[in-house]
């Protein structure tokens, strides 16, 4: 039979207006959260993280912000470009023995020219 | 952050055949681990590749299918065994740094007829 694949949601965002992501993620335990980047045909990259005594953490062009009362995670991203056209995914993990880091779903980021 | 090489980086097999993917970091690292991202879909951690002992798995996958090894702290290999078309995914070689961080590699994109 014909199997359906997901499709991760998208976000499509002006070139030169900022961009906000969203993540629930699921663990009220987690105490470190990443933001990966995957660009078409690529592994995740790395962009930025922010542990769970913080709320706030800047980076260049992107801010993550942490709220633990609701367990959500967002990434902002300044002036958007073409090149921040990928999926974006959220990760998290409690970082006590044994523990692995959990992604959320994916979102895809379209920037228009 | 460690330079990860994976390879190949794509390939088309027929069914019931077999595939080796190859992963090598340019450092010694402890934890290695590989992830599975079906096509439009998040990471899924398939195992943690152990130096000197058998791979760890997550639920669902198995050695028999997915047998892993880690001969040194900078090499592993993931045979995806018996393949089927729905094995088609992009398979992610990572390492940790312990903090939780992860780094990838640039994955292998497989398809399965």
């Known amino acids: 039979g014909e199997s359906v694949g997901l499709h991760l949601p998208t976000l499509s965002v002006q070139e030169g207006d900022n961009s906000i992501i969203n993540c629930a993620y699921s663990n009220s335990a987690s105490d470190y959260f990443i933001w990966y980047k995957q660009e078409s045909g690529k592994g995740p990259q790395f962009i930025i993280d922010?542990?769970?005594?913080?709320d706030k953490r800047q980076g260049q062009r992107v801010t993550v912000l942490l709220n633990k009362t609701v367990k959500h995670l967002s990434l902002q991203i300044a002036a958007t470009q073409p090149g921040d056209s990928a999926v974006y995914f959220c990760a998290e993990i409690y970082t006590g023995a044994n523990s692995k880091l959990t992604f959320g779903k994916g979102i895809t980021l379209s920037v228009r020219p | 952050s460690a330079v990860i090489s994976q390879k190949p980086s794509r390939d088309i097999c027929q069914r019931g055949t077999s595939l080796t993917i190859q992963c090598q970091v340019d450092s010694q690292v402890t934890m290695m681990f590989w992830y599975r991202q079906q096509p439009g879909q998040s990471l899924t951690l398939i195992a943690t590749a152990n130096q000197g002992s058998e791979a760890t798995y997550e639920s669902g996958f198995v050695i028999d299918k997915f047998p892993i090894s880690r001969p040194n702290l900078t090499f592993s290999t993931l045979t995806v065994s018996n393949m089927s078309p729905e094995d088609s995914s992009i398979y992610l070689c990572s390492v940790g740094q312990g903090s939780g961080k992860l780094f990838f590699g640039s994955g292998t994109q497989l398809s399965v007829l």
């Open positions: 922010i542990r769970s005594n913080m």
